[in-house]
């Protein structure tokens, strides 16, 4: 690995050996980046102050560059779950055949019916469950987090149903709040096997981790 600066936002990026002379997004401003050693990358980055907001660190993102795009969604997966976390609740859900459901309080409703309820602006993360071979059966295999941009994003949710895709900045990581409503709406919604078939995913929801991209899965 080198580490280079993206020269429009300053952050500190890790990249493979291999990618030295190509070009890639930064995972945070989603601005070009020339791969090239760290004397010549820092020399053409512009300063920037640190600062922390959910989770993620501007100044040194830990993201590698090449590794996010390689795991950035391309579509929705019929086989997994998705879900747009707000600061503390569960703001909408996606399931193959009933398409983004919004929580209205007393439940999920279509959110293409319950346009007006959707927030205009806030600190997104769009989380995806994915589903795999389990040594139990197909079931649950991991977490992966994508934040999101604040303003107008989840007008997507009554568009195409794939189009909040589009609206994804970085990887993303989920606060102690979030955890608690994905793990209160896991154990609403599957039976106790859910956790017993992923122990890491309910290991990851009741512990202090408030940095990881993933969990179980890369």
């Not at 993201?63 to 703001?91: A, K, M, W």
């Not at 209205?104 to 795999?132: M, R, Y």
């Not at 209160?184 to 990851?204: G, K, N, V």
Request: with cysteine; proline share 6%; hydrophobic share 40%.
């Amino acid at each position: 690995m080198i580490v280079v600066y993206c020269p429009s936002c300053g952050s500190k990026l890790n990249a493979k050996e291999e990618l030295i002379g190509q070009t890639r997004s930064c995972p945070k401003c989603r601005e070009p980046v020339l791969i090239q050693p760290e004397a010549a990358s820092a020399a053409s980055a512009s300063p920037a102050t640190g600062t922390v907001e959910g989770g993620i660190t501007a100044i040194d993102f830990g993201g590698t560059l090449d590794t996010f795009e390689d795991h950035r969604p391309n579509g929705l997966s019929f086989s997994n779950r998705y879900f747009v976390l707000g600061p503390d609740r569960i703001i909408a859900s996606w399931e193959t055949g009933k398409g983004w459901m919004l929580n209205i309080g007393s439940g999920f409703a279509p959110a293409k019916k319950n346009a007006a309820a959707i927030p205009d602006q806030g600190t997104f993360v769009l989380v995806e469950l994915v589903f795999g071979e389990t040594p139990a059966g197909k079931g649950p295999i991991g977490l992966r987090f994508f934040k999101i941009i604040k303003r107008g994003a989840l007008t997507a949710l009554y568009r195409d149903e794939s189009e909040i895709l589009n609206t994804i900045e970085c990887p993303g990581s989920l606060t102690k709040p979030q955890k608690t409503a994905l793990m209160l709406h896991f154990q609403r919604t599957f039976m106790q096997t859910f956790f017993d078939m992923t122990p890491a995913i309910f290991e990851f929801l009741t512990d202090d981790d408030v940095t990881a991209h993933s969990v179980g899965v890369g």
